[in-house]
């Protein structure tokens, strides 16, 4: 339905869940895509899955030096970076008054300035291709908060903050910048709840089930083609109702 | 008109789409060549890639008109 033919995407963290699924249905949709993440393994094997027009940029987005290579990297690896997907993200979760600097600041670095960084990196080609896409992804809890998560929620409350900023500088290119807020989605990380907290967290969702990475990756095929290009500054939440905003 | 300012000259009719007479060393890219701030900004990218040069974000906002940029250009290249 939505095509990306001959349209070279960098997905961050597409070694996880949510980026892998991202990643396969923008490769699906026909886009070649560059795969980052710091695991290298995981990335040479979706890259092997995928075939063709798939290309490994591994990078550790804590580290200011890889970030500043990295939209380099994979423009000489695809030609381009005509769509961005800042994906990757860590958590530190603590109580608030037992959280550490060190804590909050690894957050704000990985989820907030390496966005940062990197849309700056890609911009210059978009620019002149009067052409690009950004996609961040954020939280249901960056609208919401979430007790233990002051440093995670204020990153991914900051990414809106910032997109729709970037939104308004470069809407005249033909540059969209846009969110998709999920909610709670079934992956490895939320695997490790209990049955208990697994319950209390469905209570909360109408849809009365978790999403699935691939709910994800269609909201971001979506704002990635060119069938959004009227949709810049928004935010697209995909929670199955639990926080409608 | 020196290389420079051809080159110069070239490029800013390009970018901004604007009448070739139009584009003296007086003329204002913002005041009378319609750039937008990020036009500027494009433009300043444009002429660094152009000749090879670094155009530092304090030069680049001293370079207002046409004949800022050509100058400015001579004395980095």
């Not at chain 1, 204020?154 to 033909?174: H, I, Q, T």
């Not at chain 1, 083609?225 to 995909?238: C, E, N, R």
């Not at chain 2, 701030?37 to 090879?52: C, I, R």
């Amino acid at each position: 339905m939505f095509d990306l033919t001959g349209k070279n995407a960098l997905v961050t963290g597409a070694s996880g869940g949510i980026g892998g699924a991202i990643a396969k249905a923008l490769h699906a949709a026909g886009a070649s895509v560059a795969l980052s993440g710091t695991r290298e393994a995981p990335l040479q094997e979706l890259a092997a899955e995928l075939g063709e027009r798939a290309h490994v940029v591994p990078a550790n987005l804590s580290d200011a030096d890889a970030v500043a290579a990295l939209p380099k990297a994979a423009a000489e690896a695809m030609g381009s970076v005509d769509v961005l997907v800042n994906n990757a993200g860590i958590t530190r979760d603590n109580l608030f008054m037992r959280m550490s600097d060190d804590e909050w600041q690894q957050v704000l670095d990985v989820n907030l300035t390496s966005v940062f960084r990197l849309s700056r990196g890609v911009l210059r080609g978009m620019m002149k291709a009067r052409w690009g896409r950004i996609v961040n992804i954020t939280s249901v809890v960056g609208t919401t908060g979430n007790p233990g998560q002051g440093n995670y929620a204020a990153a991914k409350a900051g990414l809106v903050g910032m997109s729709k900023s970037l939104a308004y500088e470069v809407a005249s290119r033909g540059i969209t910048v846009n969110c998709v807020a999920p909610g709670f989605i079934a992956t490895a990380m939320t695997d490790k709840l209990n049955d208990e907290q697994k319950g209390k967290i469905l209570t909360q969702i109408p849809a009365g089930a978790m999403g699935a990475p691939d709910d994800i990756a269609a909201a971001v095929t979506y704002l990635a083609s060119p069938a959004a290009g009227y949709v810049t500054g928004a935010t697209l939440h995909v929670n199955g109702g639990m926080s409608m905003v | 008109m020196s290389d420079i300012a051809d080159r110069v000259k070239k490029i800013v009719v390009e970018h901004l789409g604007v009448d070739e007479d139009k584009v003296v060393e007086s003329a204002s890219f913002i005041d009378d060549l319609g750039a937008d701030s990020l036009d500027t900004v494009e433009l300043v990218m444009a002429f660094e890639e152009e000749f090879g040069i670094e155009i530092p974000d304090d030069a680049a906002e001293t370079i207002q008109t046409v004949g800022d940029a050509v100058n400015f250009i001579k004395g980095a290249v």
